[in-house]
Nanobody, 112 residues
Framework: QVQLVESGGGLVQPGGSLRLSCAAS????????IGWFRQAPGKEREFVAS????????SYLDSVKGRFTMSRDNTKNLVFLQMNSLQPTDTAVYYC?????WGQGTQVTVSS
């Protein structure tokens, strides 16, 4: 059974950091380009970051460049999203995607 499970969300103050994890089961993450997306209340789901399977090259939403870093650990079938200098506008449910598979999401709330 193909499954993605996100974790690491929570409540953090502006300027704080969180690291999200995405664990895959039923398939190998390294076989796919992996994406992180987010959806804020009342807004459409948007692309945040991605990593290409072969080169490991990453791409980011302009508003998170320099603050977010995506990485992968192929030995553990995990993908990470390190989020620094978090802002209230980063508040959203964050989802991991690989091909047609989506995780259930993890809530990130940035608030003082």
């Amino acid at each position: 059974q193909v499954q993605l499970v996100e974790s690491g969300g929570g409540l953090v103050q502006p300027g704080g950091s969180l690291r999200l994890s995405c664990a895959a089961s039923g398939f190998t993450l390294d076989d796919y380009a992996i994406g992180w997306f987010r959806q804020a209340p009342g807004k459409e789901r948007e692309f945040v970051a991605s990593i290409i399977r072969s080169s490991g090259m990453t791409s980011y939403l302009d508003s998170v460049k320099g603050r977010f870093t995506m990485s992968r650990d192929n030995t553990k079938n995990l993908v990470f999203l390190q989020m620094n200098s978090l802002q209230p506008t980063d508040t959203a449910v964050y989802y991991c995607n690989a091909g047609d598979a989506w995780g259930q999401g993890t809530q990130v709330t940035v608030s003082s």
